[in-house]
């Protein structure tokens, strides 16, 4: 195990060094109006763009000056009159872009998506502390959980909340259809 952990400690600055790189590229590779868009419609997209956090780029800590600030940023370059080869499709990305702005500013409506990024951390944390008790079990507790890599840790948080928000809007659409048909 000393060795494991003597490795891992060696790794770490590499690490650090890589994932700066890669949410660089990440960054830069959607700085175009035209690769925002294809962004938010996507395959797919309709479920990420339930993630308010995800369609406007920020971490669910950021403030909400910031907050503003790539919203500002993001509508700019999606909006259809800075578009004009790609009028509809730019509209449709606006429309993305301010709802999930709107959805932000408000602070119920934030409070609420905070909420669920918080219950995605907790499950997380909780499907962890399953595993490693599980490693136990079968006489492996020494051995690390994927999700002890802070990367993996942060794609499973991810992941999870993109979970959350979809199947809140499955339960809001069926609410909906209930009331539809009383």
């Known amino acids: 195990m000393s060795d494991s952990a003597g490795s891992s400690q060696q790794d770490e600055p590499f690490d650090?060094?890589?994932t700066e790189v890669k949410e660089i590229e990440r960054r830069d590779s959607v700085?175009?109006?035209k690769q925002q868009i294809e962004?938010?419609?996507r395959p797919g997209s309709t479920y990420f763009n339930l993630n308010p956090f995800e369609v406007l780029q920020v971490e669910p800590e950021t403030t909400v000056e910031l907050i503003k600030?790539?919203?500002?940023?993001?509508?700019?370059?999606?909006?259809?009159?800075?578009?004009q080869d790609n009028q509809e499709?730019?509209?449709?990305?606006?429309?993305i872009v301010c709802k999930a702005w709107k959805t932000l500013e408000n602070d119920v409506t934030r409070k609420k998506c905070l909420d669920v990024y918080e219950e995605a951390k907790d499950r997380?944390?909780?499907m962890i502390a399953e595993k490693r008790k599980k490693l136990k079990k079968e006489g492996r507790g020494d051995e690390a959980v994927p999700e002890d890599d802070p990367?993996?840790?942060k794609h499973a948080v991810y992941v999870m909340t993109m979970k959350l928000f979809a199947d809140m809007e499955r339960r809001r659409q069926q609410l909906e259809t209930r009331d539809q048909e009383e």
């Open 39 to 41: 962004r938010l419609l």
């Open 151 to 153: 990367n993996k840790y």
């Open 31 to 33: 700085l175009t109006s």
């Open 124 to 126: 997380t944390d909780h």
């Open 69 to 83: 600030k790539k919203y500002r940023s993001l509508s700019i370059l999606v909006h259809p009159d800075k578009n």
């Open 16 to 18: 650090n060094f890589y």
């Open 89 to 95: 499709t730019a509209q449709q990305a606006f429309e």
